[in-house]
């Protein structure tokens, strides 16, 4: 099992920065790619970044050139550089990881996902 801790949420100012740090425990060795989520009040939770173990990144359109996704996906450490935040930013972001090496009771290989409990980034005025 792997269990990931999100920390850095907070209140910023439209315009400011802020950065995410997430860190995982447990069993890391196998862990594939890492990111972050954000899930607003009534919404689906949709991709904001992502990093593979080669250091391919991802992002949605919505921050392109505004976030910076960061880390080290052999020790488990993913961070989210936030940065000209805007109001549309405010929603809860969630640490995300992939293991497409677990290997289940029957000892197959399985792709397991798992998921921070979210740390709340408010963006006001």
């Known amino acids: 099992q792997v269990h990931l801790v999100e920390s850095g949420g907070g209140s910023v100012k439209p315009g400011g920065s802020l950065r995410l740090s997430c860190a995982a425990s447990?069993?890391?060795?196998?862990?594939?790619?890492m990111g972050w989520y954000r899930q607003g009040p009534g919404q689906e939770r949709d991709l904001v970044a992502s990093?593979?173990?080669?250091?391919?990144?991802k992002y949605a359109d919505s921050v392109k050139g505004r976030f910076a996704i960061s880390g080290d996906i052999a020790k488990a450490t993913v961070f989210l550089q936030m940065n000209n935040v805007k109001f549309e930013d405010t929603d809860v972001y969630y640490c995300?990881?992939?293991?497409?090496?677990?290997?289940?009771?029957?000892?197959?290989?399985?792709?397991?996902?798992?998921w921070g409990e979210g740390t709340l980034v408010t963006v006001s005025s």
């Open positions: 995300h990881a992939e293991d497409p090496f677990y290997v289940d009771a029957e000892g197959d290989f399985e792709t397991m996902e798992y």
């Open positions: 990093i593979n173990q080669d250091g391919t990144r």
């Open positions: 447990g069993n890391i060795l196998s862990i594939a790619r």
